[in-house]
T-cell receptor, first 112, second 114 residues
Framework: QKEVEQNSGPLSVPEGAIASLNCTYS??????FFWYRQYSGKSPELIMS????GDKEDGRFTAQLNKASQYVSLLIRDSQPSDSATYLC????????????FGDGTTLTVKP | NAGVMQNPRHLVRRRGQEARLRCSPM?????VYWYRQLPEEGLKFMVY????????ESGMPKERFSAEFPKEGPSILRIQQVVRGDSAAYFC????????????FGPGTRLLVL
């Protein structure tokens, strides 16, 4: 079983819709959670970080964390074609030396 | 403030040659991480270094791969006797503080082994 699992997709939504990206993790000691966006051929770019249960909003993005269910999600409101990319979920252990464990990513396509 | 810098951006090697990948962290960052990304896959952790110290190398292959972060100069990821399976994108990230601190990624080095 992978430590961090994401639906590989591809996920396709129409422009203006809400895109919902999901991620589950297996290690209960995980404390830090991140969503990265990666355009094809480019490096990962941090979108959101979340450390506490609940929702965290930043513009059109909302991260949701449920540690009891070992689940973290990313909602993208009013999706734009420029949001089309691969979204990577990453998890870090608070007491670990700092490495992040990444999922394989979900590819999102926003159709005009 | 310049971001994380990596060079070369693209590197072509023949089987059996050596590959040297360089990473200069962001100014003020003393923690460096190396990740490898195979096509259509996520990033896989390789090694975490601080100046002159390897902190966590649990993701490094036991043979042919080594990394360093000297007191002066960039961090180096060295791959000896490359094989075709080493073809991948290698990303470096840096952060100022470990644990909950964010990692900032460089543009990556695309290694192609012929």
């Amino acid at each position: 079983q992978k430590e961090v699992e994401q639906n590989s997709g591809p996920l396709s939504v129409p422009e203006g819709a809400i895109a919902s990206l999901n991620c589950t993790y297996s290690d209960r000691v995980s404390q830090s959670f991140f969503w990265y966006r990666q355009y094809s051929g480019k490096s990962p770019e941090l979108i959101m970080s979340i450390y506490s249960n609940g929702d965290k909003e930043d513009g059109r993005f909302t991260a949701q964390l449920n540690k009891a269910s070992q689940y973290v999600s990313l909602l993208i409101r009013d999706s734009q074609p420029s949001d089309s990319a691969t979204y990577l979920c990453a998890v870090k252990e608070y007491t670990n030396a700092g490495k992040s464990t990444f999922g394989d990513g979900t590819t999102l396509t926003v159709k005009p | 403030n310049a971001g994380v810098m990596q060079n070369p951006r693209h590197l072509v090697r023949r089987r059996g040659q050596e590959a040297r990948l360089r990473c200069s962290p962001m100014k003020g960052h003393s923690h460096v991480y190396w990740y490898r990304q195979l096509p259509e896959e996520g990033l896989k952790f390789m090694v975490y270094l601080q100046k002159e110290n390897i902190i966590d190398e649990s993701g490094m292959p036991k043979e042919r791969f080594s990394a360093e972060f000297p007191k002066e100069g960039p961090s180096i990821l060295r791959i000896q006797q490359v094989v075709r399976g080493d073809s991948a994108a290698y990303f470096c990230a840096s952060s100022p503080i470990r644990d909950q601190e964010t990692q900032y990624f460089g543009p990556g080095t695309r290694l192609l082994v012929l």
